[in-house]
């Protein structure tokens, strides 16, 4: 297959993903074909397959803790160099780490929980290592020391965060200058066509300090997808089968005009939702999600559909950007 998926440097450093990426939270994921070896295998198959280099995991995703790691280092035995993969710590590993002592921005812990990913994933280096969540009792300047001394010894090559505030993510960055250790090239926040709120400070702030933005929840865990509908119960086996709140709370007039906008244009839902992503300011790469090979396939394709003006200001009618 001719890949038709852009590529693209997060920050201003030289790493380079593919404008959508895989989100690896369902290798290993109870109960969907991923949760196998051969399923996760099929995933991570036909994103190569479908010019998909970059893969987002982290310690503490899959069960037991890990698993989602072991996973994908195993489907990547014998075809690491054509991956781009991006791992987090810093959430309750539970032990699966070593003791934390609750500081889990330390150097001791930082140390510790890198040598971990990389022997779960089989590799010897990770490409993009992120902070999953700040770490409030040890002092950045310590986190990123720790993880500029990974980078200089050869096991990292990237560093990133996740989950910050604007006010935040200047704070990593003036830090990471001052203290004169590489900069951060990307950052993980909750962003969709259902949530917006992350185009109010943290995208501004990106644009500033030269930070890429990984949307995480890009499809609204499925809602974005089409295969929900109001008082309708869910497919069978889908991520929302079984959490009833999330079906009954979800915005369904939005999701409504969402699919009439996508149906006028003879696009898929899911295209709209990753299409419009990945065309937004300091956007990456979209790490969707999957379950099924053509899961995989299909979003692959989503940003050969590019918004126009009018696709872009008839979207912010139907979900409208936070002032
Ligand atoms: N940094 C952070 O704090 C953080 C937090 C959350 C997530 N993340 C990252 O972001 C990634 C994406 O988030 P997510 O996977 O939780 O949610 P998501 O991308 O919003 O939704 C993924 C779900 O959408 C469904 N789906 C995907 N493509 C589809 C298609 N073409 N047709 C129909 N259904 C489709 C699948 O559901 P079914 O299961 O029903 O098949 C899949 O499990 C994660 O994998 C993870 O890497 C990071």
Not at 19 to 39: D, F, H, I, M
Not at 212 to 223: E, I, K
Request: hydrophobic letters at 40%.
């Amino acid at each position: 297959m001719v890949s038709v998926v852009e590529l693209r440097h997060l920050g201003e450093s030289g790493l380079v993903v593919s404008s959508v990426g895989l989100g690896c939270n369902n290798l290993g994921r109870p109960g969907t074909a991923a949760e196998s070896l051969a399923g996760s295998r099929a995933l991570v198959e036909a994103a190569l397959e479908a010019g998909v280099t970059f893969f987002d995991v982290a310690d503490v995703y899959g069960a037991p803790r890990g698993r989602s790691e072991e996973l994908l280092g195993l489907a990547l035995a014998g075809k690491r160099e054509k991956a781009v993969i991006a791992t987090k710590f810093g959430l309750d590993m539970q032990g699966s780490n070593g003791p934390d002592f609750g500081a889990r921005g330390s150097r001791r812990y930082v140390r510790r929980a890198a040598e971990a990913s990389l022997r779960r994933l089989d590799t010897d280096w990770i490409d993009l290592y992120q902070v999953h969540r700040p770490d409030p009792r040890t002092p950045l300047a310590e986190t990123l020391s720790a993880l500029d001394d990974l980078v200089r010894d050869g096991l990292v090559r990237y560093t990133g965060v996740c989950n910050l505030a604007a006010w935040q993510i200047a704070d990593v960055s003036w830090t990471a200058q001052t203290e004169r250790v590489g900069p951060v090239v990307s950052t993980q926040n909750h962003y969709s066509l259902l949530e917006r709120e992350t185009e109010r400070e943290v995208v501004p702030a990106c644009h500033r300090f030269a930070v890429s933005l990984l949307p995480y929840f890009p499809l609204a865990n499925g809602l974005l997808t089409g295969k929900y509908a109001r008082d309708t119960p869910p497919p069978e086996g889908s991520r929302l089968a079984g959490r009833h709140r999330l079906l009954a709370d979800a915005p369904w007039t939005r999701i409504e005009k969402l699919r009439a906008f996508a149906d006028e244009r003879d696009i898929t839902m899911t295209t709209l939702a990753i299409g419009w992503l990945a065309s937004r300011p300091t956007v990456g790469s979209v790490i969707a999600g999957a379950t099924t090979a053509e899961q995989v396939t299909a979003n692959a394709k989503a940003p050969t559909w590019r918004p126009t003006p009018d696709d872009l200001a008839a979207i912010d009618e139907i979900c409208p950007p936070r002032r």
